[in-house]
């Protein structure tokens, strides 16, 4: 049987949340499935990865969040189906679920751009799930390299970042701080010291959205903090014992943290809906789905186009604004109003480095910030943003403790699987591969 409701919104990160709240505040009758049974904040997954904060920091259950709002009901389940056409999604138990208006706000996935290897051996980074796997390999390569040196040669130490966006500089950053200020209070001087990060792009720079200046600043920054930047070549293959270059360097390491892209996720590929740049569907300015009469698509699973006929980037800020506006046009379908075009108003971007750096490119016209004051700026507007009192205050007194002790008591393994390393010779590859390798290694 199919369940009926007003409204279907799949999907419960920064957009469907922020729908389905607005629409609630109007006593709307709204389904909202998420496949986790908790909204997450990625902006700090990475923290969550590097033990600066804890997992309930980012994770918030739905139906606390959506406790007092009566016409909201929360759905735990896998969608596995859209059928846009009729409006109605399945769930991987069989369940089907039909809205008279259909939100398709499931985000996106990582994108590995099928480079061998880099699906099966990186690390992604990309939800709860990827911060606690992510943790748990970092503390076992320490935890190795502590134990016997001899797996420091093997790239014990070695953490590569792929991806020199904001995610990757955000990594970059926390892990080489990390080393450099927290090892050695929990492990040695020695092991601390021989820790190594690098952060790849195929790009000739970092952070390409914001101004050179920005960019300018976070590069020394990186570099000052220990990070070795290699720009301009690309990952051509992730082995389980290091990474190989276009330019032929083969790094060695267990820890390759995978922060290169994202893409829509693949649910879309079968829903008929039209899929545009990077498999997201392309909506129209009222964030509608052009051929497919109340079925509205937004955040990181769409590609839009303000009314001002910019093409938006996949931010927090525009999922949320678009979730937001969203709720607006269908108060209109169900009210009889008239939907409007979407109207984003640009706050600014921002991106951390460590502890006092930071870069802010604050309002419409981006004014540059840097330093102590970008990164105040920065904790306070991710403060802001977090959803939950309880989690606000449990991220403000970790960073209180990390940033003022240096102290991480999340460095708990709770990922087995992920901080068991097998440090066996990879079999592929014959004597003169091996040869290459260890030329590569020498020169890395
Ligand atoms: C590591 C990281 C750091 C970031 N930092 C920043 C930042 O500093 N500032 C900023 O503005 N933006 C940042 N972003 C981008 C921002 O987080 C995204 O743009 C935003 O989360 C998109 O919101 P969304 O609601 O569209 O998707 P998401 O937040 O991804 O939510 C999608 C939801 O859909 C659910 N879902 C997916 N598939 C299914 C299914 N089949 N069935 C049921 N449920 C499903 C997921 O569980 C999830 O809850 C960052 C992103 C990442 C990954």
């Given at each position: 049987m199919v369940e009926t409701h007003e409204v279907v919104i799949v999907g419960a990160g920064f957009a469907g949340v922020s729908a389905a709240k607005e629409l609630a505040s109007h006593g709307v009758d709204v389904l909202l499935v998420d496949k986790n049974n908790y909204h997450q904040f990625q902006p700090l997954i990475y923290q969550v990865a590097t033990a600066q904060i804890a997992n309930r920091d980012v994770a918030r259950p739905l139906r606390a969040i959506f406790r007092?709002?009566?016409s909201v009901k929360v759905t735990t389940a896998e969608v596995t189906k859209i059928d846009a056409g009729t409006r109605t999604v399945t769930t991987s138990d069989g369940l089907e679920f039909r809205g008279r208006i259909l939100v398709i706000a499931t985000g996106a996935e990582v994108n590995f751009f099928g480079i061998p290897g880099a699906d099966e051996h990186a690390f992604p980074l990309y939800s709860l799930d990827d911060a606690a796997r992510l943790r748990s390999r970092l503390l076992g390569a320490l935890d190795a390299a502590d134990r016997d040196r001899r797996y420091v040669e093997k790239g014990a130490l070695n953490v590569v970042i792929v991806g020199g966006g904001a995610t990757g500089v955000e990594t970059a950053g926390a892990v080489a701080e990390s080393m450099r200020e927290v090892v050695p209070a929990y492990l040695s001087k020695e092991v601390a010291a021989s820790g190594k990060v690098y952060l790849v792009d195929m790009l000739p720079d970092i952070l390409m959205p914001f101004s050179e200046k920005s960019r300018k600043y976070a590069a020394e920054r990186l570099r000052a903090a220990g990070v070795e930047l290699k720009l301009g070549v690309s990952v051509t293959e992730v082995r389980k014992d290091g990474v190989l270059l276009k330019d032929g360097t083969f790094i060695p390491s267990r820890t390759v943290v995978w922060a290169g892209g994202l893409k829509a996720?693949?649910?879309?590929?079968?829903?008929g809906l039209p899929q545009g740049k990077g498999g997201r569907i392309d909506v129209g300015p009222e964030l509608t789905v052009p051929g497919f009469e109340g079925v509205y698509a937004l955040g990181d699973s769409a590609n839009i186009t303000d009314a001002k006929g910019q093409k938006l980037p996949q931010l927090g800020s525009v999922a949320q604004q678009s979730g937001k506006w969203v709720a607006r046009n269908i108060l209109a379908d169900l009210r009889g109003g008239r939907r409007e075009p979407f109207v984003y108003r640009d706050k600014g971007i921002m991106a951390m480095i460590g502890r006092g750096a930071a870069i802010a490119e604050l309002g419409s016209k981006h004014q540059h910030f840097a330093g102590p004051l970008a990164f105040l700026a920065w904790l306070g507007v991710h403060v802001a943003l977090m959803s939950g009192v309880r989690e606000r205050i449990g991220a403000v007194v970790s960073w209180f403790w990390d940033y003022g002790t240096r102290r991480r008591p999340q460095i708990v393994v709770d990922r087995p699987d992920a901080y068991r390393i097998d440090w066996s010779e990879p079999e592929q590859g014959g004597k003169q591969e091996q040869k290459k390798q260890q030329r590569a290694r020498a020169s890395a």
């Open positions: 007092r709002d009566r996720r693949g649910l879309l590929g079968d829903s």
